[in-house]
């Protein structure tokens, strides 16, 4: 980054970019993102300060959370019970802020498996679980999942029984799910974090299924 | 009437495979996320999540489709941000100028 025009005096708020952008050139909606971020600033509607810790929080957030809380669910029933209650109050349990909106977690059983999806937009657990990967907002899956959610689960290499319900949960602004996954054979006597480390974002959108280490 | 939807309403649509591509979020998207949840935040109360929404799909099914994620968020926030009067669109026109002409200044 130049330094030339702004080595004294630090009237302006430092630029909210990144040197990952730097080096190509600015699209259209960059530069829009880019001017709106830096006229909030100067009319102090936020701060440079809350943009840089915001950007952190959303750093900080990520699928490792959420197999946090799976994996203490799968070793506490009492635990469990609160989880399937509200993600939110069980995650305040670990200090983890799950968001404004509501999250329920949606057990898979042996008879019953869950996926989630947001039809019409994106919605997605992402105080939790970090952003969504582009797949989960794709056209493809959107459309598809709803209609056809064994094929699209094929396409993650997830098979199902056939005697197992499948149920999609369509996701709102208002609220969100994700999928408390079925603990797999195999795991007895596997600790916390060993079981945190099997339980994907994938499978806490239930396109996929943990599998015990080793497994495959 | 499935001809009737309008474009951001596609469950249940025909589309072909899941492509499974994913990437890390840029920084610009970050900072979109952080302008909407700032500016919804309780502190603030300056637009919702519905409104975000309804401004992604006043976009029409052209640019709903041409546009990526986080093109059609910055989008509808920042009509939400001139409707609301928080900015100006004359504000925006040479706030970007001055943000490309540094951009070009830099690079």
Known sequence: ?216 | MANQRRPHDMGGAEAGPVEQTEHAPESWEKTVDTILRLVSDKKRRIMTVDELRRGIEDLGPGAYDELNYYERWIASITSNLIAKGVITVEELGAKMEEVEKSWAEKA
Request: proline content about 8%; charged content about 25%; hydrophobic content about 40%.
């Open chain 1, 1 to 216: 980054m130049s330094d030339h025009t702004h080595d004294h005096g630090d009237h302006h708020p430092p630029h909210p970019m990144q040197p990952d952008l730097e080096d190509t050139p600015l699209t259209y909606h960059q530069s829009m993102t880019l001017a709106v971020v830096e006229l909030l600033i100067e009319k102090n509607v936020i701060s440079a300060d809350e943009v840089r810790a915001m950007h952190e929080v959303i750093d900080a957030t990520s699928p490792a959370l959420g197999a946090k809380l799976v994996a203490r669910a799968w070793s506490d029933a009492e635990f469990k019970k609160r989880l399937l209650k509200s993600v939110n109050d069980a995650a305040a349990e670990f200090g983890v802020d799950a968001g404004p909106v509501p999250i329920r977690a949606m057990e898979n059983t042996t008879g019953v498996h869950n996926v989630i999806v947001c039809t019409l937009c994106s919605c997605y657990p992402k105080y939790l679980l970090g952003l969504p990967p582009d797949w989960y907002k794709s056209r493809a899956y959107r459309s598809r999942v709803v209609r056809e959610p064994r094929a699209v689960l094929a396409e993650f290499g997830t098979q199902l029984p056939g005697d197992v319900d499948l149920v999609v949960h369509d996701s709102t602004a208002d609220f969100r799910y994700m999928v408390l996954p079925l603990r797999p054979a195999g795991t007895d006597g596997l600790g916390e974090e060993e079981l945190a480390a099997i339980v994907t974002r994938d499978c806490m959108i239930g396109v996929t299924c943990p599998k015990a280490p080793g497994s495959e």
